[in-house]
Nanobody
Framework: QVQLVESGGGSLQAGGSLRLSCAASGDSYRRACMAWFRQAPGKEREGVARIAPDGSAAYADSVKGRFTISQDNAKNTLYLQINSLKPEDTAKYYC?????????????????????WGQGTQVTVSS
């Protein structure tokens, strides 16, 4: 079991930066494939980044170069750094955890691959 709590969202201007955090609890966190998803109003939830237990990261094409996923295992915390914020980044951001080979498959960005979810944190970007 993994419990996830996101924080760090807010309302910002375009061009700014933001770091989201996801505090994880549970003994098996360090073996999990961890990911960030986002859901904009009226749109489906989409996977934007994932990090595997070995530290390797992957990103959706739409966010490459602006988003960085990282984790601090000593603090059991997952991060998402977002730079050069755009209005289209406005969404509720969720962290998620999965086990098995999720991180190494093409389905890493699929909602169905993740069993554990946080409640989300809202990011609103104005132009």
């Amino acid at each position: 079991q993994v419990q996830l709590v996101e924080s760090g969202g807010g309302s910002l201007q375009a061009g700014g930066s933001l770091r989201l955090s996801c505090a994880a609890s549970g003994d098996s966190y360090r073996r999990a494939c961890m990911a960030w998803f986002r859901q904009a109003p009226g749109k489906e939830r989409e996977g934007v980044a994932r990090i595997a237990p070995d530290g390797s990261a992957a990103y959706a094409d739409s966010v490459k170069g602006r988003f960085t996923i990282s984790q601090d295992n000593a603090k059991n915390t997952l991060y998402l750094q977002i730079n050069s914020l755009k209005p289209e980044d406005t969404a509720k951001y969720y962290c998620a955890a999965a086990y098995g080979y999720t991180c190494y498959s093409v389905s890493w960005s699929s909602l169905a691959s993740y069993r554990f979810w946080g409640q989300g944190t809202q990011v609103t970007v104005s132009s």
